[in-house]
């Protein structure tokens, strides 16, 4: 079966191609984990406050149909502007990575290109695990704020819902998101290969975003709830979750005595500096940490079985 990631123009309503009469202004640029591995990627990611700044920021010089996407595995921006290089600066002034870094490993991409590159983005194309489903969510997500910060327009609405439709078809039609799909799964999946008995394991979930819920819910499919516990700042975000699959949770203010009860700590919080810290961690026992965050939240001069999926 054949998709075509971008419509013959010729075939469109009038109204679609007024939509798509923009594409010449339309752009993205970004880098992701093709380019430069996490330790180095995470200088450029963009925090919930900051995305808000820069929306704000390419508004300010007249940027339209604006979409930041800040993932564990990418960081991207969709404008469409008259003034490329005006967008690029922008960013950069927020973030903490080299600039001349970026330039040199960071991609950008144009008109039908731009949007071709949405869509593979959304189908899973380019996900550090191929046919990841969480992309097209975290899409959506990207898009959601934008509205929220009167940064889009008719323009990329219709190409997220386009995107959403064609993820949607491949999912259904295809067998190209079968398997592992995820990276929350693949978390669990090195879990269960790390461990010849998952069944008397400790494991502590800190942090409960997208990421760390779908990690709780591949959990609880292979592992006691009553060894899995949530720790989240926010107790009552936490507490819908935890009651549906019997999962005891706890504010971040006991974070150091669970992991010096656990035997895995998985780690997918959104701050922006490390919140596991080196004298959190237990000297006289084994403790497998799986990083799923975007900028690192485990110190980086913590030196144990350490994975960054």
Known sequence: MVFNFVPDLGQLSEKNQYLYSGLAQFSVFGISHNELPASQREEYALDTDNQATLLSGLKDISCENIMVLSTCNRTEIYVKTNTLQNSKQTYFNLIKGDQAQFEKHSYTKL?????????????????????????????????????????????????????????????NQTEFSSGVTSTAYAAVRHVRNHFEDVNDLKISIYGLGKIGRNVCENLVRHIPSDNVRILNRSVQKAVELANRYNIDVFGEDILKPSIHLSDVLIVATGASTPTVLPHMIPSDRDLLIIDLSVPRNVHPEIDLSLIHI
């Open 111 to 171: 008109g039908l290109e731009a949007v071709k590159h949405l869509f593979e983005v959304s189908a899973g194309l380019h996900s550090q695990i191929i046919g990841d489903f969480e992309i097209i969510g975290q899409v959506r997500k990207a898009f959601k704020v934008s509205k929220e910060h009167d940064s889009s327009g008719a323009f990329l609405e219709r190409l997220v819902n386009t995107a959403t439709q064609m993820s949607k078809r491949i999912k």
